[in-house]
Structure formats: structure tokens, C-alpha cells
């Protein structure tokens, strides 16, 4: 049965039903294997705003049991894509409440009459609430806009006679305190000012809230019996790369597994048999971030395969996975990837562009991150949210570097940190988790930005959200990212002993972290110390010359209180293409670039102490709400939304390349990557 909102107040009001923790199954990203294929479904798709005076005529009329064109007009809509910003009707640029997408799909023979082969349907992502139906009948529901959600269809598409299906999606994109990001509906009931039924949506954060199918929809298969999940963690010893490997198996307890990993040449390095242990490969080569060794981004390729006997006759399923060898820990004032110290020079980003919104798009994301290998970047953050799938297989491939954010930004209301509110956030962080564990560009979690963390109950929030984190992966360090001061900070101080608990080994924490957590001693809340500020900026406006003692005296307080690394997680300036003014006025091209230059001064001194990173905000313009502070969106970024240059982008440009070889582990050159796929070798 649909778990939707049963009343027109529930429309708009929480959206929660309490989510189980402990997520059921994994959450592979669907490739092609000798026993897997995909029909990507991406394209038009007929589409419906619920423009109803409670948003749920779809809901009484029942949309999902005919073709959406039988109960009204539809609009073709581009999936991958937010349906903001392609249409001519402004209603729906701001719409609030219930849209609906559908979509008829002719299916392979094979597909529905072979009962050995499981049809699974799979939505990257779909803003912000979902229900799906096929063919009429509902296969699932999921919260969350930022992470993929499945259902197997298999029975329904091999019931009949039919070889299409009709898939049914209706989304609601309302933000209320409870869900990630939080929002609220605000009703205006002075009908002198407004009209009757009025309500607007406001947010806490500081970009547009597109909603949508962001992500690529497909259908894939696997048979009955099939692997359902990986987990990879690495280390070394010495020269001997170690794989510790997990596979997890659904639909049968009887099955062999094997598996083998090759090199980027395709030989077999090392190889074993069962669902766990480990591999051992000689003198390995490691994953490197880009502009740290001569050769980054060294891929290994998993493959497994899996093997069973049924009454029908013997099963296979295969699945690679590509694996980074390397490890990352903490000290006191460092970040090291594999036992060297790493400096993050990077950026913060958006998933945003003109007319798609949020929707992924593969120019936009080759475009990103050629820009990105341009500027001499190594790393980003994935501000305000896990981003695409397809973007952390690039950066795994490329030697990108990622702070893996999760959808906690505008915590700020007390509502926000009720129980309700921590338990949606902890299993959002199991989703994350489980989608990017195996991702060797993954280096840190970050739970959420910028919380009102000042607040009473953030500081058991934060304890707990964190401690969470850790226990679903105990191979990374754990932040959130703050704007508090220090002193009223209650997520970041130290805590009661978390005790680092994994059957596998814990590569991240240094020798010394280690015992002191073992021993009780303390346990950090956060392991690396994020700190967001925007001097002459938001304060002090224009006055360029407070930044550097307002920044040395923000790393020295953070620093002397908790002793540990820090990373200067935002700073720039807004800055509006062309305008140009010197001696620069705040929005000139001149006064961001010399905003970042009094940054630099600092972070050249405190780099050598305890500074571990600076990510610029932001990497490009992006859009935001209607505000008297945004001139059509955020300007912050060095490059237009268009992605074109500033001044800044140029400045950052030399410092980053300049970073790079001052930090450089080894080698000078750097090779360009092969991103085919190899063929399967079992
Ligand atoms: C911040 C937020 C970011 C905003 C930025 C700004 O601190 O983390 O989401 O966009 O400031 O430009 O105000």
C-alpha cells in the first residue's frame, strides 16, 4: 500500500512515516556484465503539475492507474532534468506540491518471459519525495532527493502478456523541518495581502530548490540469484597492496564466489574465493590524487563472479568494481593520503546550470571537470549534497579528491534537531555510505554545513550523527562543516570515547589517534575541523584590510582549543562578470581577486602548521532563491555559470599549480587516464 500523505494538510506538512533504521540490500551502480544489461530511460517524459488547491487531485483521481494523458493535458519533460527552469509558465518555475512523470517502456523478450532474470527498476534521483508505480501498481517510495532508490519489477513485468510497462512517478519537492535539507511552508493568512490559500516555501540554505528526476531512470537486470553488494576497504603493508573485500549475496545461501583483481593491463594480480578475505598484491600501485604522483588515479578492477546450482540449472552473475589502493589518516595537524601529507586545493561546487537546473548532464560534467584539471584543483566538496553517482566515477578516474557532503545544510530550526529529524539524517547518511564506500576518491564524510551548532541539542546530534558514521565506515575521518564561533560551537568539541568497531581494519587514524581513542581518552566529534567565514564580506564590508587578523585568529582559536587539522571549507566573494573597479569595490572582478589574496597570506603561513586545506567558494555561479542579496543567484563563483573564467579563476589558477608542485610526492608528469572499460576476464 502507498504510504502517501492520506490528508490535503499532509500535502505540505511532514513527510515523514518513521524510516526503519539498518537499510535492507545494496546499492551497486548498475553496469553491464556478461549477466547484466541496462535500458537506460532516459529522454521525454509525459508530465503533470498537480496545480490543484491541495496538490492531491492526482492522488483522488488515481493518475497512476491510466496513461497520464487520459486524465489531462501532459508536457514533454527532459529526464534527466529539473522541470523548473524548461518551461515558459512561471507557475511552475515556483511550483510547490505534487508533479507526476510517466513514462511506457517496450521491454526485451527475454526480459519478461525468463523467470530466471530480475528486472530492477532504478531512479538516481527524484526531488524530493517519490512514490512509483508500474503498470498501476506501486513499487516503491522514497525520501530523500539526493540518492538512488530501487524496486525489483520483476514479477509485474513477467505477470502478463504485455512486453511494455508504464512507469508511473509522482514527486513532491516540500521541504518541511524534518526533512534534508529542512524548509518550511509558510501560510499567509491576511487575505488583504494575499490570496486565499496562500503559502510560499522558504529555505534555510542558499541555492534554488530544483526538483525533478535529476538523475538518470533505468532498468536493469541481474538473475534470481545475484550479487547485491560490495564492500572494499584498502591499506598497505609495506609495498603489498591489501583489498579486503565483502560480498554480499541475495537469493540463494548455496553459491561459490570468486574473485580476481587486474591491473589497468588487464593481468591478474591477485585472486580469491568466498564472500570476504583479503588480496594481497606485490609492489602495487597506488591511487594518487591528480598532481600528487606522476601516475594518479592507478584502477584496479574487482571482478567477481558468482556461481549457483538451480533446479533450472547452473547461475552466474558477474560484476567489476573498480578499486583505488590507498589510505588516508589523521593527525593532529595533518591529512595524509597514503602516509603523505596532503593539501586540499580545491573548490566548492553545485549541481546547477541553465535551463537543466540539477538535471546531470555528461557535456556539463566533462566540461566541470576539465576545468577543474585546469585550475590545478586535487579536490572538492560535494556542498550541500551527494552528487551524481557518474561524478564520483569521474573523480575515482581523474584523481579528484572528494569531501562527500550529505543533504544537512539550513539545520537551523529546533525542530530540525528533534528525534524525527536525527533519525531521517542517520539513515540518509547509511544511504550515502552505502552508495560510496567503494570510491577511492571518497577521502571524508561530511554530515552536514553550516547547523545552527550553537544550539542546545546539537551537540548530542552531532555526537550521535557522527559516531554513526563512523560505525558504518570506520576507513574515513568524519566532519561537518561550521560557520560557528568557536567558542559557541557544541557538534565540534571534544566528546565521550567513540570506539573505532569494524571487522575489517581501520587504515585511517594515525598509530597515536588510535590508542588514545582505545584508551578512552577523547574522541573527537569531527576528526578534521571545517571552518566556513566570509571576511569583508558579510561584515566589515570592503574593508579588505581586517582579513588577515580576523583569519589568523579564527585558525588560532580553532586550533589551540581542539588540535586538529583545519580546513578553510569556504571564502570568496561576490563578484559579477565584467564589472570592473580599482581601487576595487566589493562585486568588482578586482575585489574578489584581492579578497583572495589577503586569504592566501594566512593560509601560506598556517599551511605549514596546521592548515590542511582551502576550497574556494565558489567553483561557479549558481542559482538561489529571489532575495535583495542575489542578483539572479549566487555570484561567488570564479567561473560564470556558464562556466566561463573571472579574473579570480586565473589568480587561483597560479596559486594551485604553484601548490601543486611545492606539494608534490613524486614525479612530475602527469599521465593522461584511460576511462574504457576492460572486457571481462572470467
Ligand atoms: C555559506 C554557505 C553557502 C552559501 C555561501 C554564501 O556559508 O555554506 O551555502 O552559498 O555561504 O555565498 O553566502
Not at 145 to 157: I, M, N, R, T, Y
Not at 473 to 484: A, L, M, W
Amino acid at each position: 500500500m502507498a504510504r502517501g500523505p492520506a490528508g490535503a494538510a499532509a500535502v505540505l506538512g511532514p513527510l515523514l512515516w518513521g524510516c526503519a533504521l539498518a537499510l535492507q540490500g545494496g546499492m551497486l551502480y548498475p553496469r553491464e556484465s556478461p549477466s547484466r544489461e541496462r535500458k537506460e530511460l532516459d529522454g521525454l517524459w509525459s508530465f503533470r503539475a498537480d496545480f490543484s488547491d491541495n496538490r492531491r487531485q492526482g492522488f483522488e483521481q488515481q493518475w497512476y492507474r491510466t496513461p497520464l494523458r487520459e486524465s489531462g493535458p501532459t508536457l514533454d519533460m527532459p529526464v534527466p532534468s529539473s522541470f523548473n527552469d524548461v518551461g515558459q509558465d512561471g507557475r511552475l518555475r515556483s511550483f510547490v506540491g505534487w508533479v507526476w512523470y510517466e513514462r511506457e517502456v517496450t521491454l526485451p523478450q527475454r526480459w519478461t518471459q525468463d523467470l530466471g532474470t530480475r528486472v530492477v527498476l532504478r531512479i538516481g534521483s527524484a526531488h524530493y519525495y517519490a512514490i512509483v508505480w508500474v503498470n498501476g501498481v506501486h513499487v516503491a517510495e522514497h525520501e530523500g532527493g539526493h540518492l538512488p532508490f530501487e524496486a525489483d519489477v520483476s514479477k509485474l513485468v513477467q505477470s502478463g502478456p504485455l512486453s511494455s510497462c508504464r512507469i508511473t512517478i509522482a514527486i513532491n519537492n516540500t521541504l518541511t523541518p524534518h526533512t534534508l535539507p529542512p524548509g518550511t511552508i509558510l501560510y499567509q493568512k491576511d487575505t488583504s495581502k494575499y490570496p486565499k490559500g496562500y503559502f510560499v516555501q522558504n529555505t534555510h540554505f542558499d541555492f534554488f530548490n530544483y526538483a525533478g528526476l535529476h538523475r538518470p531512470v533505468l532498468l536493469y537486470t541481474t538473475p534470481t540469484i545475484y550479487i547485491d553488494d560490495i564492500t572494499i576497504t584498502t591499506g598497505m603493508d609495506q609495498n603489498t597492496g591489501l583489498v579486503n573485500y565483502k560480498v554480499f549475496v541475495q537469493g540463494s545461501e548455496h553459491f561459490q564466489l570468486e574473485v580476481r583483481l587486474l591491473d589497468e593491463e588487464g593481468k591478474v594480480v591477485a585472486q580469491g574465493t568466498g564472500d570476504q578475505g583479503q588480496l594481497q598484491v606485490p609492489s602495487a600501485y597506488l591511487w594518487w590524487p591528480y598532481l600528487m604522483h606522476e601516475h594518479p588515479a592507478y584502477l584496479y578492477s574487482l571482478e567477481v563472479r558468482l556461481t549457483a546450482q538451480t533446479e533450472a540449472g547452473p547461475v552466474s552473475d558477474f560484476y567489476a568494481l573498480p578499486v583505488g589502493i590507498r589510505t588516508v589518516a589523521v593527525t593532529e595537524n595533518q591529512f595524509l593520503i597514503n602516509g603523505k601529507p596532503f593539501y586540499f586545493h580545491g573548490v566548492n561546487k553545485h549541481e546547477d546550470a541553465d535551463i537543466r537546473g540539477k538535471g546531470f548532464d555528461w557535456p556539463l560534467l566533462v566540461k566541470d571537470f576539465n576545468l577543474l584539471r585546469w585550475l590545478g584543483a586535487n579536490s572538492f566538496r560535494t556542498s550541500h549534497y551527494p552528487y551524481a553517482e557518474e561524478v564520483m566515477q569521474l573523480c575515482d578516474r581523474y584523481g579528484i579528491v572528494v569531501i562527500d557532503e550529505s543533504p544537512g545544510v539550513g539545520i537551523v530550526l529546533t525542530q530540525s534537531y528533534s528525534n524525527v529529524s536525527l533519525q531521517h539524517h542517520l539513515e540518509v547518511m547509511e544511504e550515502l555510505v552505502r552508495r560510496d564506500k567503494n570510491h577511492p576518491a571518497v577521502v571524508m564524510w561530511s554530515v552536514a554545513n553550516e547547523p545552527a551548532s550553537y544550539l542546545k541539542p546539537a551537540g548530542y546530534y552531532f555526537k550521535t550523527l557522527i559516531a554513526h558514521t563512523k560505525d558504518l565506515d570506520p576507513s574515513r575521518p568524519v566532519t561537518f562543516v561550521t560557520n560557528s564561533n568557536y567558542e559557541a560551537d557544541l557538534g565540534v568539541r571534544l566528546g565521550s570515547p567513540h570506539l573505532f568497531s569494524s571487522p575489517l581494519p581501520v587504515f585511517w587514524c594515525s598509530p597515536d589517534a588510535c590508542s588514545n581513542a582505545l584508551q578512552g581518552r577523547t574522541a573527537p566529534y569531527v576528526d578534521v575541523i571545517c571552518v566556513n567565514s566570509y571576511y569583508s564580506w558579510y561584515h566589515d564590508y570592503g574593508h579588505m584590510e581586517v582579513i588577515q587578523l580576523q583569519l589568523a585568529t579564527q585558525f588560532e582559536k580553532w586550533y589551540r582549543t581542539y588540535q586538529k587539522p583545519i580546513i578553510q571549507s569556504e571564502y570568496g566573494a561576490e563578484t559579477i562578470a565584467g564589472f570592473h573597479q580599482d581601487p576595487p569595490l566589493m562585486f568588482s572582478e578586482e575585489y574578489q581577486k584581492g579578497l583572495l589574496e589577503q586569504y592566501h597570506l594566512v593560509l601560506d603561513q598556517k599551511r605549514k602548521e596546521y592548515v590542511v586545506g582551502e576550497l574556494i567558494w565558489n567553483f561557479a555561479d549558481f542559482m538561489t532563491d529571489q532575495s535583495p542579496q542575489r542578483a539572479m543567484g549566487n555570484k561567488k563563483g570564479i567561473f560564470t555559470r556558464q562556466r566561463q573564467p573571472k579574473g579570480a579563476a586565473f589568480l587561483l589558477r597560479e596559486r594551485y599549480w604553484k601548490l601543486a608542485n611545492e606539494t608534490r610526492y613524486h614525479g612530475s608528469a602527469v599521465k593522461s587516464q584511460c576511462v574504457g572499460n576492460s572486457p571481462f576476464t572470467f
